[in-house]
Nanobody, 124 residues
Framework: QVQLVESGGGLVQAGGSLRLSCVASGRTFSIYAMGWFRQAPGKEREFVAGISRSGSSTGYADSVKGRFFISRDNAKNMVYLQMNSLKPEDTAVYYC?????????????????WGQGTQVTVSS
């Protein structure tokens, strides 16, 4: 079992930056690929960014490519999402998730563990 807890959300002005963090419990963090998803009211949950087990490869949704950056520190059981040049349309609840995969996956159903989410609100 893996427990995930996100933090770092909040209210930020358009054009600003936030860094989200996710800490995982247990001693098996390094066997999971990790991802960030987001869900706005009335919309489906969507893939934002993913990172492989070792951190050697990453993947991003087209909507955030060049603005958001995912990283991980397996020694600390942490995964991060650096969000720059934020736009009002980035407003959503952001979730970190773990998948028993080696490589990055965008498939929501591949992720078996989910955090509780953290709210990100970007004002115009």
């Amino acid at each position: 079992q893996v427990q995930l807890v996100e933090s770092g959300g909040g209210l930020v002005q358009a054009g600003g930056s936030l860094r989200l963090s996710c800490v995982a419990s247990g001693r098996t963090f390094s066997i999971y690929a990790m991802g960030w998803f987001r869900q706005a009211p009335g919309k489906e949950r969507e893939f934002v960014a993913g990172i492989s087990r070792s951190g050697s490869s990453t993947g991003y949704a087209d909507s955030v490519k060049g603005r958001f950056f995912i990283s991980r520190d397996n020694a600390k059981n942490m995964v991060y999402l650096q969000m720059n040049s934020l736009k009002p349309e980035d407003t959503a609840v952001y979730y970190c998730a773990a998948a028993p995969m080696v490589h990055v996956t965008t498939r929501l159903t591949a992720y078996t563990y989910w955090g509780q989410g953290t709210q990100v609100t970007v004002s115009s």
